[in-house]
């Protein structure tokens, strides 16, 4: 398997950068792990025909799925000036919040299933397993194998005592590390910090840490780097259009 990050930042994005997407390649099929905003225009400068088997998305804040609604535009407008894209394209993604569902689900370019705790999908040989996430929303981490490799990905959440458990073997897990320790002040119990992160890894005993979600606002990726591979020294801190083989 093949990780591209297209956008490392939440809730918002330092200047230049992109809230969080990814493009997993396993094989010959290219899944998409969230389309936060700025990752489309990303995506398009390495899959120009969207030649895209599924869209995972974990929750539907903001700044994980603002450019599904302008990927539906691109498949609309494509579509009708008779290229071929993938309509109706395969995303599973929480039923909710409302408002924000109903903008995907009525576009009709979309094919959604609604995510659930431990829901199994399977894309061609490609396995996906959800797991409910703790966030303000209902938010879902990914399990993802293909030909023996995992990924665990863990979407959005605060601590939870079975993360270690649920990405037990991982061979890379990307992490949700928004927060230094520096920001438990300030009350952080919608994300993980990079500590956090690092206690995970090394409990799971995953082969490879790389923290995500950086937050915009702060030159923080030393802090986070230093505070993850403390506990777990394979740690790398995302990277903006960089690959990692897993
Ligand atoms: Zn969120």
Do not use: N
């Not at 199994?120 to 966030?135: C, E, S």
């Not at 991982?170 to 300030?186: G, Q, S, V, W, Y």
């Not at 500590?195 to 702060?218: D, F, N, Y």
């Amino acid at each position: 398997m093949k990780l591209t990050v297209l956008g490392k930042y939440g809730p918002f994005p330092a200047p230049g950068g992109a809230c969080s997407g990814y493009l997993l390649e396993c094989g010959r099929r290219k899944l998409l792990l969230d389309l936060g905003s700025g990752t489309l225009s990303r995506l398009l400068q390495l899959q120009v025909d969207l030649k895209i088997d599924a869209v995972l998305l974990s929750h539907l804040h903001s700044d994980h799925m603002a450019d599904m609604l302008i990927l539906r535009y691109a498949l609309q407008q494509l579509q009708s000036h008779g290229q071929d894209v993938p309509v109706p394209l395969t995303v599973i993604a929480p039923d909710s919040p409302e408002e924000e569902f109903r903008l995907l689900s009525t576009s009709g370019v979309f094919d959604i299933t609604a995510a659930q705790d431990k829901l199994r999908a399977r894309i061609g040989d490609i396995t996906v397993t959800l797991h409910r996430m703790t966030h303000p929303v209902p938010t879902y981490a990914f399990s993802i194998t293909h030909e023996g490799r995992c990924l665990f990905y863990t979407g959005d959440t605060g601590w939870r005592e079975d993360l270690a458990e649920l990405c037990r073997g991982a061979d890379l897990l990307l992490a949700d590390t928004c927060f230094t320790d520096a920001d438990r002040k300030f009350g952080v119990s919608a994300h993980l910090t990079a500590s956090e992160a690092g206690r995970i890894a090394r409990e799971a005993g995953v082969k490879q840490l790389i923290c995500t979600h950086l937050w915009g606002g702060g030159p923080v990726p030393d802090v986070t780097l230093k505070e993850a591979s403390a506990r777990f020294p394979d740690t790398v801190v995302a990277e903006e259009m960089r690959s990692y083989l897993i």
